[in-house]
């Protein structure tokens, strides 16, 4: 990259520079955000491989339910493992290793004969998966400007949504080369290994970013950081934030104990409540079966796949509105309209199928509704909050507790799905994510605050004060 020493210029050439930084720092959040393509392509490979694999390997619900399941197994471990390694090694360190692991996965999955083999190599995926996914966003808000860092770090979502739309369309292109016997036999393994190009893709562009400033200033090495501030934000901008970094990090260091300690239990338990109501209002229950629910509309083979094609598209157009409304309307706006939008859709299927007017479009027009919802609110801004609402000194660890709970979300929700459809029906599943979608209105409610426009120094007060008045409501009066 070109040098990150800064220049003197007029006003009208600090104008053309302040836009030449703002398309730094974009490209930074462009790369960065290539780790949520892979997180999209890996969780949504499997939803037009899981019917090969059932006749392949004979799998039963459970198995089934395992064989989409098993990835989120490394992803817990990698997730967890992300705030300890990122805050010892760097955050562009890291995520070099989690693409060689998405890679090293991806070929993986595509040789064996035998289903533990399978399971084995979707775990490796896993392990990078659960970085990427937890550092991507974290990487791209400790870059990002305060005034445009909801944006830029939705471009995380952005690429995962990609991720899953390009999936579909490789998993139905694929699937309509050779014959069912082909599909049960090869398709479903070159499905999962040309995941190895895009993960060799981000590994490559990854050598282009520099490191986190923030990270270099916890490390002690202010200089290197000031140099990326400088190309980003100017002088001025830059040499203050420095010091506001630096300020940040006087406190306590961080550790699993000091996580729920006043000034950041709050900020923990909203954090743990968006990851978990992100995955148990039923979104990668859909997208990871969404052709077989739709073959339950009576739908076939191939126009599951093509209209499951259609559920990805939806994803990604409506990620682009909330990309453009995220900094506008803000982070808890989005999360209560999408929300509530997302209740009445849940609802409306399970009645569907609880009166058996399941057949035809009247449930795939209710799933799109849903998926359009989901992607201007839960999808993105629980990423983006993840990754803003942790104090400087402990936002690799909080933030990679909060992704565990996230993961664990997913694998419970993945995992007893097609057990839950048989044993309770359609139509009571889908009033459970309904349910749980309620909850998550009345969630965002009471305890998430807004965030949109703070510095990320600034996050810290807003729970400090948080605490502080929740201490006082609970606190008896004197006599």
């Known amino acids: 990259m070109a040098s990150m020493a800064p220049t003197t210029s007029s006003p009208a050439e600090s104008q053309d520079n302040a836009q030449l930084n703002m398309k730094y720092v974009t490209l930074i959040a462009i790369i960065g955000a290539v780790g949520g393509l892979l997180f999209g392509f890996d969780t949504a490979v499997v939803s037009g491989a899981v019917g090969f694999l059932q006749d392949r390997f004979g799998l039963g619900d459970f198995g089934a339910g395992w064989a989409v399941s098993c990835l989120i197994i490394g992803c817990i471990v990698g997730a967890i493992s992300t705030g300890w390694l990122s805050d010892r090694f760097g955050r562009k360190k890291v995520l070099i290793v989690a693409a060689a692991l998405f890679v090293v ?6 040789l064996p004969d035998t289903f533990t083999g399978y399971v084995v190599a979707r775990m490796v995926s896993g392990l990078g998966i659960g970085i990427t996914s937890t550092l991507c966003p974290l990487y791209n808000a400790e870059i990002a400007p305060a005034r445009y860092r909801g944006r830029l770090v939705a471009l995380n979502q952005l690429a995962i949504v990609t991720g899953i739309f390009l999936t579909y369309f490789a998993n139905s292109g694929i699937a309509s080369y050779g014959s069912d016997a082909w599909d049960i036999a090869n398709g479903w393994r ?6 190895a190009i895009p993960g060799l893709i981000f590994m490559g562009l990854l050598f282009l970013v520099p490191e986190s400033p923030r990270w270099l200033i916890k490390q002690g090495k202010p200089e290197k950081a000031l140099g990326i501030l400088l190309r980003i934000h100017g002088e001025e901008a830059a040499k203050q934030e420095v010091l506001e970094i630096k300020e940040s990090f006087k406190q306590q260091s961080s550790s699993f104990r000091e996580l729920f300690k006043p000034g950041l239990r709050l900020a923990m338990f909203v954090g743990i409540g968006l990851a978990i109501l992100q995955q148990v209002t039923g979104i990668n229950a859909i997208l990871y079966y969404a052709p077989e629910i739709l ?45 509530a939008i997302m209740t009445v859709c849940l609802g409306l299927i399970g009645l569907l199928f609880h009166t058996g007017h399941s057949s035809g479009y009247f449930v795939l027009v209710l799933i799109l509704v849903y998926t359009a919802a989901f992607s201007i609110s839960l999808g993105p801004v629980v990423w983006v909050m993840l990754s803003e609402i942790f104090p400087n000194r402990v936002r690799g660890l909080a933030t990679s507790v909060a992704s565990m709970f996230l993961w664990a979300a997913d694998y419970a929700v993945s995992q007893s799905f097609p057990p839950l459809l048989s044993w309770a029906g359609s139509a009571a599943t889908y009033w459970i994510f ?3 979608s309620v909850v998550t209105v009345f969630f965002t409610i009471v305890f998430v605050p807004e965030t949109k426009g703070r510095t990320l120094e600034q996050m810290e007060n807003l729970w400090n004060r948080g605490d502080r008045d929740a201490q006082a409501r609970t606190k008896p009066a004197r006599v």
């Open 295 to 339: 073959k339950q509309t009576g739908a076939g083979t191939n126009a599951a796949l093509i209209q499951t094609i259609m559920v990805g598209f939806t994803n990604m157009v409506f990620t682009l509105v909330s990309i453009w409304l995220i900094d506008k309307a803000g982070r808890k706006a989005l999360l209560l309209t999408g929300t």
């Open 190 to 195: 070159w499905m999962f290994g040309v995941g």
């Open 105 to 110: 996965g991806s070929i993986g999955t595509a």
């Open 434 to 436: 309904g349910a749980m």
